[in-house]
């Protein structure tokens, strides 16, 4: 049937349009409803596009649509939209319309995913049967496209106004789990991959019993690559049809594959060409089947090239959002929740009456493993590598520690009594994890690599390493990871030899091909097929609780033990310095010091907040040294130690440097110092005191007047004073004390580059900002009270006072002349 876009102007689809430009949302939504119920199928299809791309915005990014991401449950237009969308609302009454009638609708391959794109146009069809129904270009036309039916243009659309629409308003605060998008996805999930039941009917009575799912595919078509100087034949999978004769609603099981495979396809696939090729390459796939033979793959296929199936040479640089990985999350809960639901197969009295599962409870026991790992191992594997090392690591860590434990999600209730420590991962999961490996040990090694470059004192940081541990700390786990490294590791001539002997014996079932291989081998072959499919034949695997990860969790200890120290530290000069707060602080009373130290760390990191890093620290490193069996002692060791130097290197000690040209330059090892709190620079104004900017405690007014007075001074007076101060006697060093408050020993710290720069504008002078102070005008308010209670004017009291800083400063330079001789 011809595409839409192909047909005579709809006054219909014209009407609508104008109506959508002036009228609000509730008013379009009810209109909306009246079109569709009151008009044919053969009217609908025609508005049917446009209303998608209304609603979902454009491909492009150009048409924001209902921005159904950014629509918050507090706005009014929220309800209005979710009724109009729900799975039994007026939107998909319309998509059932036209799937009853069949009609078709095109997507040019230019709207894909990358990787899908590319290979498409290298003549390379995915395995996905969604992307094989390419349409071939009319005439006049040189661009690809895929046919889809309503239900499938629909879902394409809903599933890539995600990672298409980006423009965020400026200015609102948006919570992802409040927005639209969020909760019909979550809706759409739950409705049409039940966890009890079958996917309902359409609930529309007017129209057809059941949508009748896609009509069945021929086994492969010829086609010619546009823009290809070769002719490819292009072999196309065949996917399950329902028969006529099962249960009705088992026939609804083609949308539930139909929303998992958009999802899974558009919001996972951001991998390069090379990768998607090596996934789909039959090399993969008999090697596979190679092993499930016992025949050892390296007799019967030529050898890989060198780099071939490294996971690092095929990915490409893309950028998921926070907003995108937390869908993601939800999706892999939801699939945990679907497939955790399984009902458990009833005993037969003999094979032959073995009862068959419904296609949907088959659908259930394939739907990890066939649908969601291969893919969501490469977006995670690739979001460990590359995303920024900040707290929005967060989401990403969290949809990784759901996916790897699929037991959080079964209808078993917990003991309560067991709330607060880990609970015991049950037996049966075990499989699980070792035909998930990579999963567990590749991804916990790329975290280990990230935290080694994070700031533990970072409360968010601290708990994302917590709760790493934590997981990982569950008893059963670290066992089922180590037996599942050891079946990946049997040697293959040994396991030949086994298996070989297994199947050819009749205890066995007499026949080579037999499918009820040992369990024992039928585990390894997973496993083997697990990594071999993820990271190719030649992959070079890091055993987890191997020598070289070993050490690197030890670094990690000791960085974690370092931030322990340093939160601890902290947290306690935090309460002194809250303790030492007086009533008079407002007014400035504190510490004068204008070059305030920063103390390594996070500045939130004081209080309740400090205790809670500290904690999640300590229980970290229980857990770390629980998992690798680490020596506690040793550890406790180490804390000792650093506990007893920590003041002495924190705070006497610069970080570790080199002497450059122009300064000191910082080492790896000075940045780590740093990182983790150890040492310090100490951070100070090094310009001209007298120019920096005006703080609380100083009256700006006073600031302003007393520079103006001050530099008509310095004009005036400026080469008395240079002469005053290069004398050396005692009237010399008497002036450099009142006029040079740059001291010799204050210079001398600072680097090279500021040294020059402030010995050329920087000279004796007199400085009066010292008066523009709270702290001083209220001393010096006292100072006149004391004088009026024993009767001095305020004269005399200023004689007093003069001389009492002519005295000082005399008994200052004394001091400083008596300690220069010893």
Request: glycine share 6%; aromatic share 10%; charged share 20%.
């Amino acid at each position: 049937m011809a595409t839409p876009q192909l047909q005579q102007p709809n006054f219909l689809l014209a009407n609508l349009k104008t109506d959508w430009a002036i009228k609000p949302l509730l008013q379009r939504c009810q209109e909306l409803v009246k079109v569709i119920d009151d008009n044919p199928a053969k009217d609908l299809h025609l508005i049917f596009p446009w209303l998608v791309e209304s609603i979902f915005g454009s491909l492009d990014g150009v048409i924001g649509g209902w921005n159904l991401r950014f629509l918050q449950a507090r706005n009014n237009e929220y309800n209005i939209a979710m009724e109009f969308l729900d799975p039994s609302g007026p939107m998909m009454k319309l998509v059932y319309k036209l799937q009853a009638e069949e009609y078709k609708y095109d997507i040019p391959i230019t709207c894909l995913p990358g990787p899908l794109k590319a290979s498409i146009q290298e003549g390379t069809i995915p395995d996905c049967p969604l992307f094989q129904k390419l349409q071939l270009p009319l005439s006049g036309q040189m661009s690809l496209s895929l046919s889809f039916n309503p239900f499938e243009y629909y879902m394409f659309y809903f599933a890539m106004s995600l990672i298409t629409q980006r423009n965020h308003p400026s200015g609102l605060h948006i919570s992802t789990s409040d927005s639209a998008y969020f909760t019909l996805v979550d809706i759409y999930l739950k409705y049409f991959l039940p966890t009890e039941g079958n996917v309902p009917l359409s609930p529309f009575s007017d129209i057809r019993a059941t949508v009748p799912p896609p009509a069945a595919r021929s086994p492969s078509v010829p086609f010619a690559g546009y823009g290809i100087p070769s002719t490819t034949l292009l072999k196309r999978h065949i996917s399950h049809q329902p028969s006529a004769s099962a249960d009705p609603a088992a026939l609804e099981i083609w949308r539930t594959e139909t929303l998992l495979q958009m999802f899974v396809e558009v919001w996972l696939h951001h991998y390069s060409l090379e990768m998607y090729q090596k996934l789909q390459s039959p090399q993969v796939k008999l090697a596979v089947l190679q092993y499930r033979l016992g025949i050892s793959s390296m007799h019967c296929s030529p050898p890989a090239p060198p780099g071939y199936g490294t996971l690092s040479t095929y990915q490409e640089p893309f950028s998921p959002t926070e907003e995108h990985v937390l869908v993601v999350r939800l999706l892999v809960k939801h699939l945990h929740t679907f497939s955790n639901s399984l009902k458990p197969e009833p005993a037969a009295p003999s094979p032959s009456a073995q009862p068959q599962a419904s296609p949907l409870e088959e659908f259930k026991r394939v739907v990890i493993s066939r649908f969601v790992q291969q893919k969501l191992y490469i977006f995670l594997q690739h979001c460990f590598g590359h995303w920024p090392l900040d707290a929005s690591f967060r989401a990403v860590l969290e949809t990784w520690l759901s996916y790897i434990q699929p037991w959080r999600y079964t209808s078993e209730k917990s003991n309560p009594s067991l709330d607060g420590q880990n609970k015991n991962v049950p037996e049966k999961w075990a499989a699980f994890v070792q035909e998930n490996l990579l999963m567990y040990t590749k991804l916990f090694q790329g975290f280990v690599n990230r935290a080694v470059r994070t700031d533990l004192v970072n409360s968010k940081n601290a708990l994302m390493v917590f709760r790493v541990a934590k997981v990982f700390a569950q008893p059963n786990l670290s066992e089922m990871i180590q037996k599942g490294e050891q079946l990946f590791l049997e040697p293959e001539h040994v396991l030949h030899h086994r298996q070989q002997r297994l199947f050819l014996s009749p205890a066995h079932g007499g026949s080579f091909l037999s499918p009820r291989q040992p369990a024992e081998a039928d585990a390894v072959f997973k496993v083997k097929s697990h990594v071999y499919s993820l990271e190719g034949q030649d992959c070079q695997y890091k055993q987890m609780f191997g020598t070289e990860q070993r050490n690197a969790v030890i670094q990690l200890v000791q960085l974690v033990a370092q931030a322990q120290q340093t939160t601890k530290r902290m947290s306690d000069c935090s309460g002194e310095a809250a303790a030492k707060q007086s009533y008079l602080s407002w007014f400035g009373l504190g510490s004068s010091d204008l070059n305030t130290t920063y103390t390594g760390g996070e500045l939130d990191e004081t209080g309740e907040s400090g205790k809670k890093t500290h904690e999640h620290l300590e229980r970290a490193l229980d857990y770390l040294c629980q998992i690798f069996r680490l020596n506690a002692g040793q550890v406790c060791q180490l804390m000792g130690t650093m506990a007893t130097t920590k003041n002495d290197v924190g705070s006497n000690q610069l970080p570790d440097c080199i002497q450059g040209q122009n300064g000191l330059i910082l080492t790896d090892l000075g940045r780590m110092q740093i990182i983790n709190g150890l040492r310090r620079f100490e951070i100070e104004y090094q310009g001209d005191p007298e120019l920096q900017p005006i703080r609380s405690y100083e009256n700006a007014f006073l600031v302003r007047l007393l520079f103006w007075i001050a530099s008509l001074v310095n004009r005036r007076f400026g080469g008395h004073m240079d002469a005053l101060c290069v004398r050396r006697d005692f009237l010399g060093r008497l002036g450099q004390y009142y006029f040079m408050r740059d001291t010799p020993a204050e210079r001398c710290r600072k680097s090279p580059a500021t040294r020059r720069s402030l010995e050329r504008h920087l000279g004796p002078r007199l400085s009066l900002r010292l008066f523009a102070s709270y702290r001083t005008i209220l001393a010096i308010l006292l100072l006149y009270l004391l004088g009026a209670l024993f009767s001095f004017g305020p004269l005399s009291s200023t004689g007093l006072i003069l001389v009492a800083a002519f005295i000082h400063g005399l008994f200052m330079t004394a001091l400083a002349e008596k300690q220069k001789k010893q």
